[in-house]
């Protein structure tokens, strides 16, 4: 049998098949369009495993889609793909509309397509899962409750908004069609292959890189961190004995600011790749807001714990040992990246 994920050279998508591989001897056929988060040096390792094919094809290329589900004939549809950095969907939305947005309706038509003409076993086992996020809760007061399923929908940036769109067409072509489809909700997720653009990664870098550490704001914001292995494991849960038709919210029960992570890895980096004559925090520069900057995000997992019996085993302190040491054993991962056309972004966002 073989599972169909999107998006699988992106960072949680390469962690999923990663992850996938070492457990699984099922296929999983990985349908990304290599964006510049897209990376195939995260795949290098597992390139010629047999149980591993590529597929270098846009989502929102419907009719690519139809021919790749027809001709793998998945039992699992995943998807990982999206535009997913908030400072970019602020700068030019337009990507985020058709990836998270055209992109998902053309799965869930691709889908829909092959589901209707399968026999009754295999509509039975059949499976889509639509990977989203907590920012389509909008943002939480210090004193209010975690975020349930039951929350409402308040998108508060183009690309929080447009995986929010993503998901009422997951649903309703769940209500409406009968598509077997699952949502998940996920907090902020760190660990390795994340791109140096969100905040842990780009800490790690500039601090090597002896460069400003931006903090928006007043650093105050809070964001429920997960490992990412955490994350993959929830979705493996939600695909084995999720109940069709839920949304299950994930989450690290880890709320911690932003300049707190910041002085924590800090901290880290002069233990391990010390300055020769400062502190790393001493990079730390305080620049103006991201525009509609939430607050906090806080998930409560009690369903996914009660339902599917997960829940997170990576302590935040042992997962951000993991990270750094990785992105210090990786530098040639990161160098890689940050020789494309990465610095014109990070330039035109933190002047
Ligand atoms: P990422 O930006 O690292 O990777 C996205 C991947 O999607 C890349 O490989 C890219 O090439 C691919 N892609 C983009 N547009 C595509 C298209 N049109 N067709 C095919 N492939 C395309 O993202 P990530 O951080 O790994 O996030 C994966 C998913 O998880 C996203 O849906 C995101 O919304 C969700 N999510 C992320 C987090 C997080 O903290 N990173 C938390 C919760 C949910
Ligand atoms: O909550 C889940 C979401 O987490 C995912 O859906 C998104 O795809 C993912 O990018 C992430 O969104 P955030 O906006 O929370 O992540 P980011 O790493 O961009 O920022 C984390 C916090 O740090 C946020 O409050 C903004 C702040 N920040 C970020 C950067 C890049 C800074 O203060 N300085 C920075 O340089």
Redesign the pocket.
Known sequence: MTILITGGAGFIGSNFIHRWLSKNEEKIVNVDLLTYAGNINSLKDISNDKRYIFEKVDIAEKSKIYKLINKYEPRAVINFA?E????RSIHSPEAFIRTNINGVFSLLEASKDYFFRLNSNKKNSFKIIQV????VYGSLKEEEDKFTEQNQYLPN?P??AS?AAGDHLARSYCKTYGLPVCITN????YGPYQFP????P??IH?ALENKQ?????D?R????WLFVDDHCDAICEVLAKGTVGETYNIGGDNEIT??D??NIICAKLDELSPMKDNKYDSLISY?KD?PG??RR?AINSTKIKNELNWKPHIKFIEGIDITIQWYLDNQAWVKNITSGDYKEWIDL??K
């Open positions: 999206a997913s950095h908030v400072d989203s996020t907590d920012e940036s690309y929080a995986k996920c907090s902020n997720n653009e969100k905040l842990i780009l800490t500039n550490i931006p903090i928006y704001g650093g914001q809070i964001r429920d932003n300049i992570i910041v620049v991201r900057h939430d995000y966002n933190y």
